[in-house]
């Protein structure tokens, strides 16, 4: 990681967008982009000089609910430990800060779940399903 600059802060708007795009996740608009990020609760930014490599963030209420978000690496960037960091940082964050019975959640796309299980993560499955609606 020592030729990678982190940031504990989100990146540019356009920034995220596009390594949203990059990345595969799902598209967000300018105005949520600039609405979301600057109601993060930490983030961090990985970079390659000035190029966003990386990313990810926590939102959520400061009390009972943490939610972990954006998690990206560029696919050029794939590969060297890059996640796991991001992860590091962000679990640090919450072992900080989150209060004894804060629950944190995240939704875990393969093969990212493996990612995440090594942070102490398990999937809500049998228990109960995580669900979502979205905006179009």
Same mark, same amino acid.
């Given at each position: 990681?020592?030729?990678?600059?982190?940031?504990?802060?989100?990146?540019?708007?356009?920034?995220?967008?596009?390594?949203?795009?990059?990345?595969?996740?799902?598209?967000?608009?300018?105005?949520? @982009?600039?609405? &979301?990020?600057?109601? +993060? *609760?930490? /983030?961090?930014?990985?970079? $390659?000089?000035?190029?966003?490599?990386?990313?990810?963030?926590?939102?959520?209420?400061?009390?009972?609910?943490?939610?972990?978000?954006?998690?990206?690496?560029?696919?050029?960037?794939?590969?060297?430990?890059?996640?796991?960091?991001?992860?590091?940082?962000?679990?640090?964050?919450?072992?900080?800060? @989150?209060?004894? &019975?804060?629950?944190? +959640? *995240?939704? /875990?796309?393969?093969?990212? $779940?493996?990612?995440?299980?090594?942070?102490?993560?398990?999937?809500?499955?049998?228990?109960?399903?995580?669900?979502?609606?979205?905006?179009?």
């Amino acid at each position: 990681m020592e030729r990678y600059r982190i940031v504990y802060d989100v990146p540019t708007v356009s920034a995220y967008v596009h390594l949203r795009q990059k990345t595969g996740l799902s598209e967000k608009s300018i105005e949520a @982009a600039e609405r &979301g990020l600057k109601h +993060s *609760l930490f /983030a961090v930014s990985i970079y $390659d000089s000035e190029t966003l490599i990386g990313m990810g963030r926590v939102i959520g209420d400061e009390g009972c609910f943490y939610q972990i978000v954006d998690i990206a690496v560029d696919p050029a960037y794939q590969g060297k430990g890059i996640g796991k960091q991001i992860m590091k940082e962000i679990m640090h964050y919450l072992d900080t800060h @989150a209060p004894k &019975g804060a629950y944190v +959640s *995240l939704i /875990a796309d393969p093969p990212a $779940d493996r990612l995440y299980k090594q942070f102490g993560f398990a999937y809500t499955y049998p228990t109960s399903y995580g669900m979502y609606k979205r905006y179009e």
